[in-house]
């Protein structure tokens, strides 16, 4: 129902030619990446400084009893949050399911703005209580790192690289790369796009991905995602890649696409914020264990991403 009606504001907003979901696409598929399987066609990077190894999903554990809204503890961010009357969320506006602008209401909703309605939630005791900056993919680790927003809630991948420079919390969504290629096309996973142009948007895990299958396909990058879908529709890419989240919501808005071959790396999503204030990922973290246990989660699945089917158990947190 969600997708249906976030994709008739899709449709709307869209500048190519948009129709109805397509019927063969299964853009949040069972397939898993088994352990082992991840990197299996990818090859290690030869050109960037190696980042030190780490558990990218391992966040601050939570500090006891969440504070009651509007009663957050003196000399916190939390409480400077709550003096100043509103919870800055960083995301994009065109992920469609996750974060994108509805043209009815004018609104940016989705999984991810959810996320920060209910941190603000638990701050202020009222979800409205936000502010949402539209942030490029590649502002999303400097915009949470230097405080020009708190929260950055934008299908980003919590990963060693990114951990030196923000804070993370613990996972709240398990996704992975696929490709998204033509309904006539004979490929049938990335592998078989070697020498072919692929899209994706600069800054984001999936660009990089894409430079490390070993059949070397050609990246492309764009702005935005939505730039992706438009070179694809014009033929100026054979496909596009980045994760089954972002796909699902692309296919589904063209039904001469489809998603092909298994997910080939894992993108475990997480709340990305300045790791000044270790206090504020200890009660974000509080906030994510609560509406694991409490059925908050399971709810937010369902009501964006239940057409693909019954909402899977929450990602377990992980602590240091
Ligand atoms: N999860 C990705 C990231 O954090 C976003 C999507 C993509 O990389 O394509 O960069």
């Known amino acids: 129902m969600r997708l249906r009606a976030a994709l008739a504001a899709a449709?709307?907003?869209?500048?190519?030619?948009?129709?109805?979901?397509?019927?063969?696409?299964?853009?949040?598929?069972?397939?898993?990446?088994?352990?082992?399987?991840?990197?299996?066609?990818?090859?290690?990077?030869?050109?960037?400084?190696?980042?030190?190894?780490?558990n990218p999903r391992a966040s601050l554990r939570p500090a006891g009893a969440l504070p009651a809204p509007g009663a957050m503890p003196a000399g916190t961010y939390m409480e400077t949050i709550l003096k100043r009357g509103r919870l800055v969320l960083g995301t994009s506006q065109d992920t469609l399911l996750f974060s994108s602008r509805n043209p009815f209401t004018g609104r940016i909703?989705?999984?991810?703005?959810?996320?920060?309605?209910?941190?603000?939630?638990?701050i202020?005791?009222?979800p409205g209580k936000l502010q949402i900056k539209v942030i490029g993919y590649d502002k999303r680790v400097s915009s949470a790192a230097d405080g020009s927003v708190d929260i950055v809630a934008d299908t980003m991948t919590a990963n060693c690289e990114r951990w030196r420079d923000v804070a993370f919390s613990s996972v709240y969504y398990e996704a992975g790369?696929?490709?998204?290629?033509?309904?006539?096309?004979?490929?049938?996973?990335?592998?078989?796009l070697g020498g072919k142009k692929v899209c994706s948007v600069a800054g984001s895990t999936s660009f990089e991905n894409i430079g490390k299958v070993r059949s070397k396909p050609v990246p492309v990058a764009r702005a935005a995602f939505g730039d992706c879908l438009v070179a694809f529709q014009r033929?100026?890419?054979?496909?596009?890649?980045t994760d089954d989240t972002i796909l699902a919501g692309m296919a589904?808005?063209?039904?001469?696409?489809?998603?092909?071959?298994?997910?080939f790396t894992e993108e475990p999503y997480a709340i990305?914020?300045?790791?000044?204030?270790?206090?504020?990922?200890?009660?974000?973290?509080?906030?994510?264990?609560?509406?694991?246990?409490?059925?908050?989660?399971?709810?937010?699945?369902?009501?964006?991403?239940?057409?693909?089917?019954?909402?899977?158990a929450p990602p377990k947190a992980v602590y240091r």
């Open 109 to 122: 909703e989705g999984f991810d703005v959810d996320m920060g309605r209910q941190i603000a939630q638990a």
């Open 252 to 263: 589904a808005q063209d039904p001469y696409a489809r998603v092909v071959g298994p997910r």
């Open 272 to 312: 990305a914020m300045s790791p000044a204030h270790p206090e504020f990922t200890r009660f974000v973290n509080a906030v994510l264990e609560r509406n694991r246990a409490d059925g908050t989660w399971k709810r937010t699945y369902e009501k964006w991403l239940g057409d693909f089917g019954p909402a899977p």
């Open 177 to 192: 790369q696929r490709v998204l290629v033509s309904s006539t096309s004979t490929a049938r996973s990335i592998e078989d």
């Open 124 to 126: 202020f005791g009222d």
């Open 11 to 54: 449709a709307l907003a869209a500048t190519a030619a948009l129709a109805g979901c397509s019927g063969d696409t299964s853009p949040l598929p069972s397939v898993t990446v088994q352990p082992g399987e991840a990197r299996a066609t990818t090859v290690p990077p030869t050109d960037s400084p190696p980042v030190p190894a780490c």
């Open 235 to 241: 033929n100026e890419v054979d496909g596009i890649s």
